[in-house]
């Protein structure tokens, strides 16, 4: 028991703190001696998906102008997937093509840990944000900054570190898989209205038959 | 027998009420219902005073009478406290004051004046001014209707270009005329009592994007001559109160429909209250866009009239509405109905308060429509009456009232929680501005029970605090000695 204890607080915790603080090591740990597992990768993209709606929910009275009659969980679930999923496909089909050495794996490992700040921070915060008044709500927006500027941190290091980039080449790697994610998204949306057009096409047409 | 006729009456009243739903903004921007802040009383046209009213342009009240001028018949109407005729007056005489200045500017012409299409006015102690459009000036004159002055010389490089006209019309106590006139985009002009032109105030700002500015940047001087001039969004109308801030209401411009309503202190600057859920434009919810089947577009608000308490009224005529908003911009209530029916107003051009009635004078139907508080609006305004008089708990005692009416009110959960705040009833003052979606209350009453509760348990924190501090430590040695270490040292 204690051990199996022991072995989630090093996944969980210990090692993305370590790789968090030391990018450079724990990357290298991460994708060299495989301490990196999918496994923890997948319950930090679920457990980001759990934050949105749970902010969403629970963020103090304060800060919160969201109209809860407005919550749609399934919707937040499927546009985290959605960046995830675009993100990741985005990054892999760019560097692949830039001599990225890191595989899909290891990309969508690298973003899921990459929320680690974010989970960890946020849920606190948000727990947090019931107990402060107008004046120090300042500490929870500082906290939030805090969590998602080490998110892009993590990100950023994790995908120059596994792909074996320089700084420059991470950068442009960047703005190529963004651009990636528009074209796909683009190709997404023009796919469904052309399904959509050929269906109502053959509706039409069987009605006009239909009716003759 | 009660019984039925009760019955019978509600089939008959059931479906007139549920025609015109009266509704408000909630915090959400939702449009929930509401009770409906004013209704209609009665209503004056030509045939019942007795005149030819064939285009109205511009009511005023002052001291229990009704000014009217009418664009076409070229009149000034006067009606008194009983909706009844004072006068039409078409032809005004000199007075002898003014008949000494002419003789001193040299000047033989002492005939009568007349007005050509006026399209404001505005009473007050010191005279009676009148925006005289077609003639190109304003025309004043005493309470005996006898000419004080007329001004129709600006001496300004704007009016090099274009001419003189006046439409609307607003005076201050030291007799400060503030004009809105036709295609004059710098601002309101402020003319002295003597007629000559001192500034412009209250100047409409443009905002430019990010985008436009930079690609404004990049141009020729030549291209930028060919682009379409952006021009400040016009006045369409203003009103003075008694302490000589200008109520001003304005157009829209395409990129910034959020200061329709200004209201200008002496210093030139807009002053005006956001404090509400919305910023006070009218309708929050509009279609955007061309559409031949609803009205577009924002508000086209027209005319703006403030009772006591900072509350005013401004009237959109595209969708004849009413919106009647606080000091702090707080939507109270909307109202108005459009229709030809002599309930409704189709076109309205003037509103004005008459003690707590409003007037509304209408151009299409060439009627003056008559509306009065209902018995949820006169608990609205005595409310907020008695919040600025600081008797919280009048005010209370009345927004319970209110919510009793409409639940659907939320500044009325706010005007409880105040109290409740004031009473340091925390937790119920939370739960009240919660309702009321008041972040800053909320705050201060969480405040204080936050207090509450560290006073109340402060033995109990301090404690765990020691212990838990304690118990760490000892921990700590006691693993230390487990070890065979010493706390000592350090080795």
């Known amino acids: ?212 | 027998m009660i019984k039925i006729f009760t019955l019978l009456s509600l089939m008959v009243m059931m479906p007139m009420q549920l025609t015109s739903t009266n509704y408000n903004y909630s915090y959400y921007g939702e449009s929930v219902h509401s009770a409906p802040g004013m209704t209609f009383a009665a209503y004056l046209d030509a045939q019942s005073l007795g005149v030819s009213l064939s285009s109205p342009e511009d009511l005023v009240v002052y001291e229990d009478q009704i000014y009217v001028v009418d664009s076409t018949t070229n009149a000034l109407i006067i009606i008194d406290e009983e909706f009844s005729l004072v006068g039409e007056y078409l032809t005004f005489e000199l007075s002898d004051e003014y008949e000494d200045y002419l003789t001193s500017e040299g000047s033989t012409d002492f005939s009568d004046i007349t007005i050509d299409s006026p399209y404001g006015i505005d009473v007050k102690e010191t005279g009676i001014y009148i925006c005289d459009t077609g003639n190109f000036r304003v025309v004043k004159l005493n309470h005996d209707l006898e000419v004080l002055g007329v001004y129709g010389d600006m001496d300004d490089k704007t009016f090099d270009e274009i001419e003189f006209e006046p439409k609307k019309i607003t005076v201050d106590s030291s007799e400060r005329m503030y004009v809105v006139a036709k295609n004059v985009y710098e601002g309101i002009m402020e003319i002295n009592y003597d007629g000559e032109f001192n500034r412009f105030t209250g100047v409409n700002p443009i905002l430019l994007t990010p985008f436009e500015i930079f690609s404004r940047s990049l141009m020729t001087e030549a291209q930028l001559a060919q682009l379409q001039l952006f021009l400040p969004t016009e006045y369409t109308n203003v009103a003075i109160d008694e302490k000589s801030f200008i109520y001003a209401t304005s157009k829209t411009s395409e990129n910034n429909t959020d200061n329709p309503i200004q209201l200008i202190n002496p210093k030139g600057v807009d002053v005006i209250k956001r404090n509400g859920y919305f910023p006070p434009k009218g309708d929050i919810h509009f279609v955007l866009g061309s559409n031949n089947y609803v009205i577009d577009g924002p508000s086209e608000l027209i005319d703006i009239s403030s009772t006591h308490n900072g509350i005013y009224t401004v009237l959109d005529q595209k969708r004849s509405r009413l919106f009647t908003y606080d000091r702090e911009g707080n939507l109270l209530y909307i109202n108005g109905d459009e229709g030809s029916q002599s309930d409704k107003f189709s076109e309205g051009v003037a509103i004005d308060y008459f003690g707590d009635d409003l007037l509304i004078l209408d151009r299409g139907t060439k009627t003056i429509v008559i509306y009065q508080l209902t018995e949820f609006g006169a608990y609205v305004n005595q409310a907020i009456a008695y919040h600025d008089e600081g008797e919280f708990e009048k005010a209370a005692e009345i927004w319970e009232e209110v919510v009793k009416i409409n639940s659907n009110y939320e500044i009325a959960f706010n005007g409880i929680g105040k109290l409740l705040l004031r009473q340091e009833k925390y937790e119920e003052a939370m739960e009240y501005f919660k309702l009321g979606h008041d972040t800053y209350y909320y705050s201060k009453a969480f405040k204080g029970y936050r207090n509450e509760i560290l006073e109340r348990n402060f033995g109990l924190i301090l404690g765990s605090i020691v212990f838990i501090t304690c118990g760490v430590i000892g921990l700590k040695i006691y693993s230390t000695y487990k070890k065979g270490g010493s706390i000592l040292y350090d080795d």
Not at chain 1, 4 to 29: A, M, Q
Not at chain 1, 49 to 67: M, S
Not at chain 1, 75 to 85: A, G, H, P
């Open chain 1, 1 to 212: 028991m204690m051990t199996k204890l022991k072995k989630i607080y090093n996944d969980y915790i210990k090692f993305p703190k370590y790789v968090l603080l030391h990018p450079f090591d724990g990357f290298e740990e991460f994708k060299r001696y495989k301490k990196g597992k999918l496994s923890v990768a997948v319950v930090f993209i679920v457990l980001f998906a759990f934050f949105r709606i749970f902010q969403f929910q629970y963020e103090g009275f304060i800060i919160n102008e969201n109209n809860p009659l407005m919550l749609n969980s399934l919707q937040e679930i499927f546009s985290v997937l959605l960046l995830i999923v675009l993100f990741t496909v985005g990054n892999w089909s760019v560097t692949t093509l830039m001599e990225g050495k890191g595989t899909y794996k290891e990309i969508l490992m690298v973003t899921g840990y990459a929320l680690f700040p974010i989970v960890i921070i946020g849920f606190p915060s948000v727990i947090l944000s019931n107990l402060l008044t107008l004046e120090e709500i300042a500490f929870y927006e500082l906290l939030m900054a805090l969590a998602f500027v080490s998110t892009g941190w993590m990100l950023f290091m994790g995908i120059l570190n596994i792909h074996a980039y320089g700084l420059a080449k991470t950068l442009l790697a960047f703005i190529a898989t963004v651009i990636s994610m528009l074209v796909m998204m683009f190709l997404g949306l023009l796919f469904f209205d052309l399904i959509q057009q050929f269906i109502s096409f053959v509706v039409a047409i069987y009605e006009e038959i239909s009716l003759r």
